[in-house]
């Protein structure tokens, strides 16, 4: 059982950066983040493998980062030129393939409020 914690949520004016962080109770494959807006499904954001293969959502290519240091077992979310639609609870996901769908992962986080103000 891995246990996954998300940290770096917050407001933030449109235009700006938040860092976000998910530290892991274990060793995880792929690591990813989905958010969830209001009313809205849960989408798919980024993903890495263990050797640091990425994949983007189109919605947030050229302006998300994700990374991830094996040794802490950490994995994180560069947020830049954040937009109001960015405004979601962003969940960390741990999981065997890099996938982009809810199902290819099978541990997750509690989720951390992301706010970006016009």
């Known amino acids: 059982q891995v246990q996954l914690v998300e940290s770096g949520g917050g407001l933030v004016q449109a235009g700006g950066s938040l860092r976000l962080s998910c530290a892991a109770s274990g060793r995880t494959a792929t690591r990813a983040w989905f958010r969830q807006a209001p009313g809205k499904e849960r989408e798919f954001v980024a993903a890495i493998s263990w050797s640091d293969i990425t994949a983007y959502a189109d919605s947030v290519k050229g302006r998300f980062t994700i990374s991830r240091d094996n040794a802490k077992n950490t994995m994180y979310l560069q947020m830049n030129s954040l937009k109001p639609e960015d405004t979601a609870v962003y969940y960390c996901?741990?999981?065997?393939?890099?996938?982009?769908?809810?199902?290819?992962?099978?541990?997750w986080g509690q989720g951390t409020q992301v706010t970006v103000s016009s």
């Open positions: 996901a741990a999981g065997r393939t890099l996938g982009r769908r809810i199902d290819d992962y099978n541990y």
